[in-house]
């Protein structure tokens, strides 16, 4: 799967969303508390995500939330078509 973050120590954070976030490499304590959505459900493969960004720190990670119902659905199809 292909993500806009780099994650880079030596860079200053960046959020250019949707084209490219620049995060630190690791979480800090800030993160957990402050942590908020950047732009919208987005699909890859089989599955949803969303960007989230520490408003502090900059550390952000890709936060997947469920299978795509396209990919759902695919499963179904394929399970009905073995049960015939």
Not at 53 to 75: E, N
Request: charged content about 25%; glycine content about 8%; overall charge positive.
């Amino acid at each position: 799967m292909a993500s806009i973050v780099e994650y880079n120590g030596r860079k200053q954070t960046a959020n250019d969303y949707p084209d490219r976030i620049v995060s630190p490499p690791n979480p800090s304590g800030c993160c957990f508390a402050n942590m908020k959505q950047v732009g919208g459900v987005e699909e890859d493969g089989n599955w949803l995500y969303i960007y989230k960004r520490c408003g502090i720190c900059g550390y952000t990670v890709r936060h997947f939330l469920m299978m795509s119902p396209r990919a759902v659905r695919r499963m179904r199809d394929e399970i009905m078509k073995s049960m015939n």
